[in-house]
């Protein structure tokens, strides 16, 4: 997978799923500043969540329509960490059979290539599909 991915920040999110996989914890981005201590987070739920991540966008119902990867928490093992690999795959191989070139982007188009390949729009898909299958409350 890692060879396959065409620039460093789509390795670095796959780093960070595979790394909150194989550990679990919280993963920042080392520009993120927080504001809010993390024992914090999700006290609403009484801190009951196996998986925890920023939304950036909801529709006018306010149903989630992307999530970031900037900032992130999950428990060891935890099933959409596992997914991404095979998620950034996938999405390597349909830009393929569909004619194309992976890496080959410039500009705005590298920019939403990565997004949807290892970036928000991969994990926003690889959460949705994890809640469908599972029951998980999404979102």
């Known amino acids: 997978v890692h060879q396959a991915l065409s620039t460093n920040v789509e390795r670095a999110d796959l780093w960070r799923y595979l790394a909150l996989h194989k550990h679990g914890g919280v993963y920042a981005d080392s520009d993120v500043r927080c504001i809010k201590p993390i024992n914090t987070w999700n006290a609403v739920n009484n801190h009951d969540a196996d998986l925890l991540v920023g939304v950036v966008y909801t529709d006018a119902e306010g149903m989630v329509t992307r999530v970031n990867n900037f900032i992130l928490a999950a428990m060891p093992c935890h099933p959409v960490m596992a997914a991404m690999p095979f998620t950034a795959m996938s999405r390597i191989a349909a830009a393929g059979l569909a004619g194309k070139p992976v890496g080959g982007e410039k500009g705005k188009a590298l920019s939403e290539a990565v997004i949807g390949r290892t970036g ?15 029951g998980a409350v999404w979102p």
């Open 120 to 134: 928000p729009a991969a994990l926003t898909a690889t959460i949705a599909d994890y809640a469908q299958r599972s």
